[in-house]
């Protein structure tokens, strides 16, 4: 009888974002269809932010050493304009948002912060600090400056500064190519009439979703049959794939056929069991140079494991730079149990950074509710044995 090999659950994080290192091929991309890919190169900045000297607001730019005087309006300064520095003795300029500020003033005042102004004259008080208002040349980014490393995944704040830098096409990572397969006789289509003895595939949309959700697009390939022959005919050309996921078939059933199937194709395994709850059977590893990812048939088994252990895999094979879950703090509103000797994968929901388990920790993997009402995942420690009430833990966010 076939028994899987336990490992714990730092190690399968470990391995499953160690799986396999390749150089993803590179495309340019335009800045409008850029949205949601991963950036192949550091970008620097290469013009100025400001570009020049400008005023913050609508008003008047005037020598800092001229206040608390009558000043005699000499020109007006609109955006897109560039005049000749030209004040005189107690001369200022009335200007605009967003226009450039000429050399020879170095304060800005807004209309309504003078004591007094006409068509051709102020009147300003002493008050105003020197640079009030003015937006200096490169203050924000200077020429040279690094703006965005390579590994992250562009979005609208990051196309924002692209643009302002005069950038139309970009250097990305092409995207990864994913297939999904579900197993098992049982299994119907949403499309199709089930029966009392029939389930449908909840798993498969589920997982599709879960991708997309993430930034990744993948391709739905069908049920795998419980048959090995029929299996193994399945996986025999999926090498032009970079990822492969299944849900189902990998226990330690008479019916479990995907892990045998998969090694008559080449497939390598990292790992086949993590000491979790759920999702105890989950299987990762390599066949030729396509990362395959095996989850627990059970949907709640399945979704959660795909999130915490095939996202960041997945992410990592895309050439995103960061690809850990990030944690928070939060603190715990109920006592609850979970079992000592292994580590406990709780779903709860989180609201006002505090945490309340789903359903006392009672449910199934085979549910689907629980993934429904919850928004945060605590993962527990093998030797903990209870949470209490009031104490602070770590969640992450899904």
């Given at each position: 009888?076939?028994?899987?090999?336990?490992?714990?659950?730092?190690?399968?994080?470990?391995?499953?974002?160690?799986?396999?290192?390749?150089?993803?091929?590179?495309?340019?991309?335009?800045?409008?269809?850029?949205?949601?890919?991963?950036?192949?190169?550091?970008?620097?900045c290469?013009?100025?932010?400001?570009?020049?000297?400008?005023?913050?607001?609508?008003?008047?730019?005037?020598?800092h050493?001229?206040?608390?005087?009558?000043?005699?309006i000499?020109?007006?300064?609109?955006?897109?304009?560039?005049?000749?520095?030209?004040?005189?003795?107690?001369e200022?300029?009335?200007?605009?948002?967003?226009a450039?500020?000429?050399?020879?003033?170095?304060?800005?005042?807004?209309?309504e912060?003078?004591?007094?102004?006409?068509k051709?004259?102020?009147?300003?008080?002493?008050?105003?600090?020197?640079?009030?208002?003015?937006?200096?040349?490169?203050?924000?980014?200077?020429?040279?400056?690094?703006?965005?490393?390579?590994?992250?995944?562009?979005?609208?704040?990051?196309?924002?500064?692209?643009?302002?830098?005069?950038?139309?096409?970009?250097?990305?990572?092409?995207?990864?190519?994913?297939?999904?397969?579900?197993?098992?006789?049982?299994?119907?289509?949403?499309w199709?009439?089930?029966?009392?003895?029939?389930?449908?595939?909840?798993?498969?949309?589920?997982?599709?979703?879960?991708?997309?959700?993430?930034?990744f697009?993948?391709?739905y390939?069908?049920?795998?049959?419980?048959?090995?022959?029929?299996?193994?005919?399945?996986?025999?050309?999926?090498?032009?794939?970079?990822?492969?996921?299944?849900?189902?078939?990998?226990?330690?059933?008479?019916?479990?056929?995907?892990?045998?199937?998969?090694?008559?194709?080449g497939?390598?395994?990292?790992?086949h069991?993590?000491?979790?709850?759920?999702?105890?059977?989950?299987?990762?590893?390599?066949?030729?140079?396509?990362?395959?990812?095996s989850?627990?048939?059970?949907?709640?088994?399945?979704y959660?494991?795909?999130?915490?252990?095939?996202?960041?895999?997945?992410?990592?094979?895309?050439?995103?730079?960061?690809?850990?879950?990030?944690?928070?703090?939060?603190?715990?509103?109920?006592e609850?149990?979970?079992?000592?000797?292994?580590?406990?994968?709780?779903?709860?929901?989180?609201?006002?950074?505090?945490?309340?388990v789903?359903?006392?920790?009672?449910?199934?993997?085979?549910?689907?509710?629980?993934?429904?009402?919850?928004?945060?995942?605590?993962?527990?420690?093998?030797?903990?044995?209870?949470?209490?009430?009031?104490?602070?833990?770590?969640?992450?966010?899904?």
């Amino acid at each position: 009888m076939k028994k899987l090999k336990i490992i714990n659950f730092d190690k399968a994080v470990e391995r499953s974002q160690n799986l396999i290192k390749q150089d993803l091929q590179q495309e340019y991309v335009s800045l409008f269809n850029s949205l949601g890919r991963t950036l192949a190169q550091n970008i620097t900045c290469r013009k100025n932010l400001p570009a020049f000297n400008n005023a913050a607001m609508d008003g008047f730019a005037f020598k800092h050493s001229d206040s608390e005087k009558v000043l005699k309006i000499v020109s007006t300064i609109h955006a897109g304009m560039s005049i000749k520095p030209c004040l005189g003795k107690d001369e200022c300029y009335k200007i605009m948002t967003g226009a450039k500020v000429p050399n020879d003033a170095d304060t800005v005042i807004a209309f309504e912060n003078t004591l007094d102004y006409n068509k051709t004259q102020i009147r300003i008080e002493k008050s105003s600090k020197r640079r009030n208002a003015l937006r200096l040349k490169g203050e924000e980014q200077k020429i040279g400056n690094l703006l965005f490393e390579k590994g992250i995944i562009l979005n609208s704040s990051h196309i924002a500064m692209l643009a302002s830098q005069g950038v139309n096409t970009i250097l990305v990572y092409r995207k990864i190519n994913i297939a999904i397969f579900s197993t098992g006789n049982e299994l119907k289509e949403p499309w199709e009439v089930a029966s009392d003895d029939e389930i449908y595939n909840a798993n498969s949309s589920a997982l599709l979703s879960l991708l997309h959700e993430h930034g990744f697009e993948a391709n739905y390939c069908g049920v795998i049959p419980d048959n090995l022959e029929e299996s193994i005919k399945y996986f025999k050309n999926m090498h032009h794939y970079d990822a492969i996921v299944t849900t189902g078939g990998i226990s330690v059933g008479e019916a479990d056929f995907i892990e045998e199937a998969l090694k008559i194709n080449g497939f390598k395994e990292f790992f086949h069991g993590i000491n979790i709850k759920p999702g105890r059977p989950t299987m990762m590893g390599i066949m030729r140079d396509t990362l395959v990812s095996s989850m627990p048939g059970n949907p709640l088994a399945a979704y959660v494991n795909a999130f915490l252990f095939l996202i960041p895999a997945l992410k990592n094979l895309q050439g995103i730079k960061r690809v850990k879950h990030e944690k928070v703090l939060v603190k715990n509103l109920e006592e609850f149990e979970v079992k000592a000797g292994r580590v406990n994968i709780v779903l709860g929901h989180l609201k006002e950074h505090k945490f309340k388990v789903f359903e006392q920790n009672r449910y199934d993997s085979g549910m689907i509710t629980p993934i429904v009402k919850s928004n945060a995942i605590l993962i527990t420690t093998e030797n903990q044995s209870k949470i209490e009430k009031n104490t602070d833990i770590e969640v992450i966010l899904f």
